[in-house]
């Protein structure tokens, strides 16, 4: 089993549409999540990262961390073809920095 | 501030050959890090190193040396390259916890 989770997708919503986004982890240990976005034959860019359950808001961004069921989602609300990416959930591993990346989900928004 | 740079942004080996990925970061981070990407396999770490002199492996380690002379550089060394290392390479530097990556450099080992 990875450690970390990811349906691959591709997902694809029209304009405007709700986005949900979701990984699954399975080392219990003191960790931060993070998620990444990645256009198309770019680096990764950082987009939110959290430590405590619950959820963190950032413009039409939310994240979310259930510790008790180790699933961790992002939300996109009204989302734009400008979000059409692939999307990476993270976690830390212990505490020298490193990150354990998901699959990643590719999302496309439809105009 | 640049960021992270990472030279060249692509590049064509024969097998066997060796070559020398560079990254920098402007940044003063402590933490940097290689990573790979394949389809369908996401980010894999190879390298990384927690501040100049330190180095350590991640998942991928074979194939691949880095050093850490700087904390500004932390390039990466492929001995003797093989098809099986045809990929999409970033380099990354930390803030507490959050990484910031290069623009990658694409690898194709013919």
């Known amino acids: 089993q990875k450690e970390v989770e990811q349906d691959p997708g591709p997902l694809s919503v029209p304009e405007g549409a709700i986005v949900s986004l979701n990984c699954t982890y399975s080392n219990s240990a003191f960790q931060y999540f993070m998620w990444y976005r990645q256009y198309s034959r770019k680096g990764p860019e950082l987009l939110m990262y959290t430590y405590s359950s619950g959820n963190k808001e950032d413009g039409r961004f939310t994240a979310q961390v259930d510790k008790s069921s180790k699933y961790i989602s992002l939300f996109i609300r009204d989302s734009q073809p400008s979000d059409s990416a692939t999307y990476l959930c993270?976690?830390?591993?212990?505490?020298?920095?490193?990150?354990?990346f998901g699959q990643g989900t590719t999302l496309q928004v439809k105009p | 501030n640049a960021g992270v740079t990472q030279t060249p942004k692509f590049q064509v080996l024969k097998t066997g050959q060796s070559m020398t990925l560079q990254c920098a970061q402007d940044m003063n981070h402590e933490y940097m890090s290689w990573y790979r990407q394949d389809p369908g396999m996401g980010l894999r770490l190879i390298h990384y190193s927690v501040g100049a002199g330190i180095t350590d492996q991640g998942e991928v380690p074979n194939g691949y040396n880095v050093s850490r002379s700087t904390t500004e550089d932390f390039p990466l060394r492929l001995l003797s390259a093989a098809p099986s290392q045809t990929s999409v390479y970033f380099c990354a530097s930390s803030f507490k916890r959050a990484q910031y990556f290069g623009p990658g450099t694409r690898l194709l080992v013919l």
């Open positions: 993270a976690r830390t591993s212990g505490n020298t920095g490193k990150l354990i």
